[in-house]
Structures are given as C-alpha cells and as structure tokens.
C-alpha cells in the first residue's frame, strides 16, 4: 500500500505563488512517479503536471507550461509543484497520484491518490 499525501494549498490573489508538497511512500524505499491533477467545480479532474520515478522526466499541460514546475526534493519521496503568475482558472482541488514508473497524463493510470489540497485564486 502506498501513502499518498498532499499539502500546500491556500488562498493567493491572481499573480501570487504557491507551492504544493506530495509524498508517497510505501514500505519499501521504493521511488514512484507523480502526477498532479486538479478539479475545478462543476468540472472534470484534468492532469496538471507529472514527474517520472527513475529520470526524472517532467511532463505539463499546455497551461502549466512556462508557470508551473514539478519538482522532486532531496527526500525523493516528495515531489513539490511550484504555481506562479496564478490566475483565478487555477482555482480548484489539487490532487497528487502515484505510480510506478514513468508518469502519465492519464489519471486512470494511476493507483494511488492523496485527498487533495483546495486553491482558490481570488481575483
């Protein structure tokens, strides 16, 4: 079983940043690809950004790019997703997920996922 968990999440006014923090782990010391998703309300959960397990191979959405950045901490349990230049279209739920392997934009690919962490950007 792996323990997904996320946290970071708050309020910011459009143009702030915020930093969201995952950690997955397991029993073992085992690395696992990450995937950040989101959900605004009344919308379907769409994949934000991901990061592979072993390369460190980095993946965004189109409007992540040049804004967003994934990245893994010392502790290579953790992943960080770094949000500037906000805009209230970020607002919404923010989920991590977890796989082995490389990650994916599909979120039916992953198995594991943390409970979510609310932003709100407020204009």
């Known amino acids: 079983q792996v323990q997904v968990v996320e946290s970071g999440g708050g309020t910011r006014q459009v143009g702030g940043s915020l930093r969201l923090e995952c950690t997955a782990s397991?029993?073992?010391?085992?690395?696992?690809?990450v995937g950040w998703f989101r959900q605004a309300p009344g919308k379907e959960r769409e994949f934000v950004a991901g990061?592979?397990?072993?390369?460190?191979?980095?993946q965004y959405s189109d409007f992540a790019k040049g804004r967003f950045t994934i990245s893994r901490g010392n502790s290579l349990d953790t992943v960080y997703l770094q949000m500037d230049r906000l805009k209230p279209e970020d607002t919404g739920v923010y989920y991590c997920?977890?796989?082995?392997?490389?990650?994916?934009?599909?979120?039916?690919?992953?198995?594991?996922w943390g409970q979510g962490t609310q932003v709100t950007v407020s204009a």
């Open positions: 997920a977890a796989r082995d392997g490389r990650a994916t934009s599909s979120d039916a690919n992953y198995p594991w």
């Open positions: 397991g029993y073992t010391s085992r690395v696992y690809a």
């Open positions: 990061i592979s397990a072993s390369d460190r191979v980095t």
